[in-house]
């Protein structure tokens, strides 16, 4: 009675579990299908994700399983990337050089307020949502696309899908949109991207 307990989504978990061990805190790390929790019905108080659920593949049974393990009264609180963001415009760069599997719904609709609001649907009583704005900072628009092709999941996949020739163009219209969107001038990256803050209550 009166502990927090807590669900957070997250992808890279021995980094968490090195900061959690650096600043002593005391926390349970677990993996686990985002679209089939290992939790019981109303197990947590708080469901937290930062840019984590808005990939799994059937947005509609992840967004279920949030509620799911969610007590009623709880909270669950996302942070998503929107369409119109630069990510958002990222995602749609990647996806007119490999498209999609069929079926399979852009990950920035979870930063669009009213496609969230239909996940939820009456099974959250409260729905505030805030636009918000990250700064992307980097040496240079070359060593954006090198991080985020060895370390971001999506950028990643693309770049091992395609043929040389292809991850060449890939590269030419990623540096084109930095170079499009930067706002730190000649000698470093700075670009902004715009994300949607949800705070859902459990009804």
């Known amino acids: 009675p ?6 957070r989504r997250h992808r890279q978990p021995e ?3 090195e900061r959690l061990a650096a ?4 926390a349970a790390m677990q993996v686990a299908d985002a679209e089939a929790l290992p939790f019981a019905d109303g197990s947590f108080d708080v469901v937290l994700s930062t840019f984590g659920v808005m990939f799994t593949p059937a947005q509609a049974r992840s967004a279920g399983e949030m509620l799911r393990v969610c007590r009623a009264g709880g909270r669950i609180g996302l942070a998503n990337w929107t369409p119109d963001s630069f990510i958002g415009r990222v995602f749609k760069t990647l996806g007119r050089h490999l498209p999609p ?5 852009s990950p920035a609709l979870w930063g669009d307020e009213a496609h969230v609001r239909q996940l939820f649907g ?8 805030v636009r918000r ?3 992307f900072r980097y040496r240079s628009a070359a060593h954006f696309v090198e ?3 060895t370390w971001y999941g999506p950028v990643h996949k693309a770049f091992a899908a395609l043929p040389p020739d292809g991850a060449a163009a890939l590269e030419r219209d990623l540096l084109q949109l930095l170079d499009e969107m930067n ?4 000698s470093t990256l700075t670009v902004p991207s715009a994300y949607l803050e949800i705070v859902a209550t459990r009804a």
């Open 183 to 186: 706002v730190g001038g000649a």
């Open 2 to 7: 009166g502990e927090d307990r807590h669900v």
């Open 15 to 17: 980094t968490d579990a």
């Open 23 to 26: 600043e002593r805190l005391g």
């Open 133 to 135: 704005s990250f700064n």
């Open 147 to 149: 991080v985020f092709r």
């Open 101 to 105: 599997p069929a079926g399979v719904a």
């Open 122 to 129: 009456d099974r959250a009583s409260a729905l505030s949502a």
